[in-house]
């Protein structure tokens, strides 16, 4: 395998369906990891702009919200309470005694959990919606292929506002 200068496992140009998308989840989880690695505690509270509370704290206490919602409660429809209760519905709400080392514990464990509920699944096989996701998505079912896409692209998008954060906070650009 191949990697880039910061260690991170580059996705192979060659690969069936599910090793295509196990690997571009796992690199952009590792991107959302990089992003905030090396800063204080007080510099990871900084929001970008003056309009926006977005945080890269706040945005690993989210994606550790949403691996929990697609994996556990979508695909394998378990009833699990929100990861941070005190942390709003999305995630994004800052605690001030919650540092970064324990956000990316309960991140890298719900990534763990998810690994771990997908493993032997088929891209085919389903999970259920909300209701009120259902509504909007057209259906109740959705299958793990929609559910793999759709969390590359939640990271891929916040791993873009990542990248405004980082460089907003001490001038590091890229990946």
């Not at 991107?31 to 702009?49: I, P, V, Y």
């Not at 519905?89 to 991140?107: H, K, M, N, S, Y």
Request: proline share 3%; glycine share 10%.
């Amino acid at each position: 395998m191949t990697t880039t200068p910061d260690g991170r496992v580059i996705p192979p140009a060659y690969a069936d369906e599910r090793a295509m998308l196990d690997a571009w989840l796992d690199f952009h989880r590792g991107t959302l990891a990089l992003k905030c690695s090396g800063l204080e505690d007080d510099q990871l509270r900084l929001a970008s702009t003056a309009s926006s509370s977005m945080t890269l704290l706040g945005l690993v206490q989210h994606m550790a919200e949403v691996e929990r919602n697609w994996f556990q409660r979508v695909f394998a429809g378990r009833d699990v309470p929100p990861v941070f209760d005190d942390s709003g519905a999305d995630g994004f709400t800052l605690q001030p005694d919650r540092r970064l080392d324990e956000v990316i514990a309960v991140w890298q464990g719900e990534i763990a959990r998810s690994r771990e509920l997908i493993t032997t699944a088929s891209l085919d096989d389903s999970g259920r919606l909300s209701q009120q996701d259902a509504e909007s998505l057209g259906g109740s079912g959705i299958s793990l292929r929609w559910i793999m896409v759709h969390m590359i692209e939640e990271y891929a998008r916040h791993n873009g506002h990542a990248d405004l954060l980082r460089e907003g906070i001490d001038g590091v650009t890229g990946t």
